[in-house]
Each structure stands twice: as structure tokens, then as C-alpha cells.
């Protein structure tokens, strides 16, 4: 009988940590096929490296079209058509549209997430399909409207990718992006545990941590994609006065659909379907674009102050 015990506790515990491989091999597998799989988006074999430092931040569309690849090999749908835009190194540019009008997709064109199908986009006069894809990522921050943190402390999400920094300058990059105060108000204030993609942060929190992240990389373009949508229009406003005098040298695109995101930048890019129907500062589109005065009029109410409405 001892010896009958003897051989089958083994197999017990053998059968309590089954299930537990079979899930193990599961996620392995998955985890091979990520890391198996070819970027469509890749270095030319004979690019040559480019100084980071020589490239300045501006921006230029020339006769840019783009549709999104289709599975079956299909002629895509043309999703921007013809756009040309020039951005000055340190402009503020707001890029503003109903959803669907391709803000989203023109501002993902520049750290090249997608290749454009005709045309080109410079960075300082350099084509960005000419500079390595590690370097264009340095020079091009991006925050995303959906934020995601990963499980671990505070301070492992802000310096993730900018491993180099000190805590001073995280610490000044939270605060630039509101997010100082509410960490500091945790017990374990930066050390503070983090969920898997920040279950225990509400949507205002975690995008307020991702654009703290975004400004800690330095970037000479910085991209903020409708990232302060789930901050309520007082906290906005701080966060992005806060990143101006922050980031006075960087080239920031802002892409909203509310009109208050975009209001003080130095000139709004009016998008729809695809195509920029007008550009000016907040005043100039005030006075002269119908569809702005629609915007303004649905979002702020009342009416058109000092202005005619366009017909």
C-alpha cells in the first residue's frame, strides 16, 4: 500500500499542474507567432543612417493619397485624396472632423504605421521612407485615444522607452500632463501598482499617464490623438497649456472632434471625407468656413459672434 501511494502522488500533482502547461503552450504559441511575424512596413536594405539631431520638425504632405490594404489584394478604398499641407517647426496644428473624415489616418502616415499610396511626406525635407524606422519612432511621439498600461508600477509605465531619464523629469512630465496630483495622492505615489491595462485608473486617469509617457520620449513631433477625450473640458485646457510651455520647440498635432481641443492652436486642418476643405486659425474659420460655423454652433451653442453665417 505505501508503495501504491508512492507512485500515484506524483500523478496526482502531475494532474493539478496539467491544465496549467496546456495554458502555458497555449500562450507560447501565440507568443511565437507574434514574434514570427514580418513587419509589411520595413527599412529599405540599402538605407543609410540618418543624425537625428540634423532633421528639424517640420512637416509637409505633398499630394498625398492613402487607402488601407484590403485582405483579399483588391484596389482599396481611397480613404485620403490629394492632400497637401505644410507644418512649421513648433507649430501647434489642430486637426479637426466628424468621425470617419481621415484625421486619424493622415496623422498615422507620419511615424509610418501605414506607407502612403501616392505622393510623399518630408520631415525636414527628408522623406520619411528615408529614415530609418528606429529613428523616425524617436523623433515621433504618439498618444493614442485608447491608452494602455501595462501591469507593473507607475514609474515602469512613464519611462517605458525612455529608460535614461531622471525622476525629476518624470515628475515634470506628469505634471504637464495633470497627472501629478492624483498619483501623488496614492500612498505609494510612483511606485504605486498599475492593473493590467490600468483596470485600477478610470479613462481620464490612464490618459493622462499615456500622454505623460508620450512627453517623456522627447520627441521632436508629438501626435496627440484625441487623447484627453475622457478629460473633462477644465482639465483639457491645463493639460494642454501645460504641454506648450512644455514642448515650446516641438511640433504638436492635436486630432479632435471637439472643437475646444483645438481652439488655441496656431491653425486648424478642417477634414471631410478624406480631403482638407479649409485651414485658418480658430477666427479666420470662424469667419469664413460653413462647416466650422456648424461645428461651433452644435458644440459651444448659440451663435456665430460678430459673424455673418456663412451660406
Do not use: W
Request: hydrophobic share 40%; with cysteine.
Amino acid at each position: 500500500m505505501q508503495y501504491i501511494l508512492l507512485a500515484l502522488t506524483p500523478l496526482f500533482i502531475l494532474g493539478s499542474v496539467m491544465p496549467f502547461l496546456s495554458s502555458g503552450i497555449s500562450s507560447l504559441r501565440r507568443v511565437y507567432r507574434l514574434t514570427d511575424e514580418e513587419a509589411d512596413i520595413r527599412d529599405a536594405p540599402d538605407l543609410k543612417p540618418v543624425a537625428e539631431n540634423k532633421i528639424e520638425g517640420s512637416i509637409s504632405f505633398e499630394q498625398v493619397s492613402f487607402g488601407y490594404p484590403t485582405e483579399d489584394g483588391s484596389q482599396p478604398v481611397e480613404i485620403l485624396k490629394n492632400i497637401n499641407l505644410t507644418i512649421k517647426p513648433g507649430e501647434v496644428v489642430g486637426f479637426l472632423g466628424a468621425t470617419g473624415s481621415g484625421k486619424s489616418t493622415l496623422v498615422n502616415l507620419i511615424p509610418r504605421f501605414y506607407d502612403v499610396k501616392s505622393g510623399k511626406i518630408t520631415i525636414g525635407g527628408v522623406d520619411i521612407r528615408e529614415i530609418p524606422l528606429k529613428t523616425l519612432h524617436q523623433m515621433v511621439g504618439v498618444c493614442l485615444q485608447e491608452s494602455y498600461l501595462f501591469s507593473g508600477t507607475i514609474q515602469d509605465n512613464l519611462v517605458m522607452g525612455a529608460q535614461d531619464t531622471s525622476y525629476d523629469t518624470m515628475v515634470q512630465a506628469a505634471q504637464a500632463a495633470d497627472a501629478h496630483e492624483f498619483v501623488s495622492a496614492i500612498p505609494e505615489k510612483y511606485e504605486g501598482h498599475v492593473a493590467r491595462k490600468g483596470a485600477d485608473f478610470s479613462g481620464g486617469q490612464r490618459q493622462r499617464l499615456s500622454i505623460a509617457r508620450t512627453l517623456m520620449l522627447k520627441p521632436k513631433i508629438l501626435i496627440l490623438d484625441d487623447s484627453t477625450s475622457a478629460c473633462d473640458v477644465a482639465t483639457e485646457a491645463r493639460i494642454q497649456d501645460a504641454v506648450r510651455d512644455l514642448m515650446k520647440d516641438v511640433t504638436q498635432l492635436i486630432v479632435a472632434q471637439r472643437i475646444s481641443s483645438v481652439i488655441t492652436a496656431d491653425k486648424i486642418v478642417l477634414m471631410e471625407k478624406g480631403e482638407i476643405i479649409d485651414i485658418g486659425t480658430h477666427e479666420d474659420l470662424l469667419e469664413s468656413s460653413k462647416l466650422y460655423q456648424e461645428i461651433y454652433v452644435s458644440q459651444l451653442g448659440g451663435e456665430v459672434p460678430e459673424y455673418e453665417v456663412v451660406e
